[in-house]
């Protein structure tokens, strides 16, 4: 079946250094969408992208669909203490709403 | 709006024991889903839901029903419930025109599962 890999598992990073993290699929995605996940929250939607090689800009964050549409980055630049949780991709192949979330990127920032 | 909530927010049960956690969202989306989180780890996909009346299987259906009488309500039922069924479960809720075009998912704040 579909599997979403999401690399890497952690990652601590210093106040102001950049941060990315991968999301892979075998097979070729309809869409990605991006989740934050806080310690003991719930995952809150942060963008969705549908486009062969797609970029798209929030603030700090930068989200990318590559050309295949077997893979997303999501890159964070000059990390700030507000940006430590769960990030996950999810995603679903064509003609489905059986969403696959990807294993998640914990992200710890220290000030 | 309240968006999706859910009860009860934890929950312990004994083995055997069954008990049907509550989701409700007041968007109209017409698209519902539960998922399961175990500690550390992604979320999976246990039933999805695409209107009143009409449920599907996701990625771990066994040990769950569900049901969805109403647009607004989609209960998640367990039936003999077992240790590997702690978790924290989240419903979730999103809208899809005809056209099927996909939209964000709104997450409830959680159910949190302990089986003993």
């Known amino acids: 079946g579909q599997q979403v890999m999401q690399i890497p598992q952690y990652q601590h990073v210093q106040e102001g250094e950049d941060f990315t993290t991968y999301c892979n699929s075998s097979?070729?995605?309809?869409?990605i969408q991006w989740y934050k996940q806080r310690p003991g929250g719930h995952p809150v939607f942060l963008i969705q992208l549908v486009k062969s090689g797609e970029v798209k800009k929030q603030k700090r964050l930068t989200f990318q669909f590559g050309e295949a549409k077997k893979n997303s980055s999501l890159h964070i630049t000059a990390t700030q203490t507000t940006d430590v949780g769960t990030y996950f991709c999810?995603?679903?192949?064509?003609?489905?709403?059986?969403?696959?979330f990807g294993t998640g990127t914990r992200l710890k920032v220290l000030a | 709006n309240a968006g999706v909530t859910q009860t009860p927010k934890f929950r312990i049960l004994k083995i055997g024991q069954s008990m049907t956690l509550q989701c409700t969202q007041d968007?109209?989306?017409?698209?519902m889903y539960w998922y399961r989180q175990d500690p550390g780890m992604g979320l999976k996909l246990i039933y999805y839901s695409v209107g009143a009346g009409i449920t599907d299987k996701g990625e771990v259906p066994n040990g769950y029903n569900v049901s969805r009488s109403t647009t607004e309500d989609f209960p998640l039922r367990l039936e003999l419930a077992a240790p590997s069924q702690t978790s924290v479960y989240f419903c979730a809720s999103s809208y899809s025109p005809p056209s099927g075009v996909y939209y964000e998912q709104y997450f409830g704040p959680g159910t949190r599962l302990t089986v003993t």
């Open positions: 999810a995603s679903t192949t064509s003609g489905t709403y059986k969403y696959i």
């Open positions: 968007m109209n989306h017409n698209y």
């Open positions: 097979t070729t995605l309809s869409n």
